[in-house]
């Protein structure tokens, strides 16, 4: 079982920055990992995702260019720096580990989840 921790959320305006954190309770360095958000109302969407080398890396088309995902193994930690925020960037934000090593897109392959940091941004 791993435990996993988010934070580095909260209140932000437009245009601003945060830098999310997940940190886990035991080593994850083989496994991909990625960040999520879920907004009220509204589905469970990936944000982010990175193979267990942290050599490749996944950012759909809302987000590319504006959020970074980085880990550091020997820290057991994944980051989420996201820029440029916009106010449909609220939501609250989990980070997760992936059952594979390699880049994972489909969420469905997530198997253990923190229990999320609430980012709101207002304009």
């Known amino acids: 079982q791993v435990q996993l921790v988010e934070s580095g959320g909260g209140l932000v305006q437009a245009g601003g920055s945060l830098r999310l954190s997940c940190a886990a309770s035991?080593?994850?360095?083989?496994?991909?990992m990625g960040w999520f958000r879920q907004a009220p109302g509204k589905e469970r969407v990936l944000v982010a995702a990175?193979?267990?080398?942290?050599?490749?890396?996944f950012y759909p088309d809302s987000v590319k260019g504006r959020f970074t995902i980085s880990r550091d193994n020997s820290k057991n930690t994944v980051y989420l720096q996201m820029e440029s925020l916009k106010p449909e960037d609220t939501a609250v934000y989990y980070c997760?580990?992936?059952?594979?090593?390699?880049?994972?897109?489909?969420?469905?392959?997530?198997?253990?989840w923190g229990q999320g940091t609430q980012v709101t941004v207002s304009s």
């Open positions: 997760a580990v992936s059952s594979s090593t390699g880049l994972t897109i489909h969420i469905e392959f997530y198997r253990y």
């Open positions: 990175i193979s267990g080398s942290g050599s490749s890396t």
């Open positions: 035991r080593t994850f360095t083989n496994y991909a």
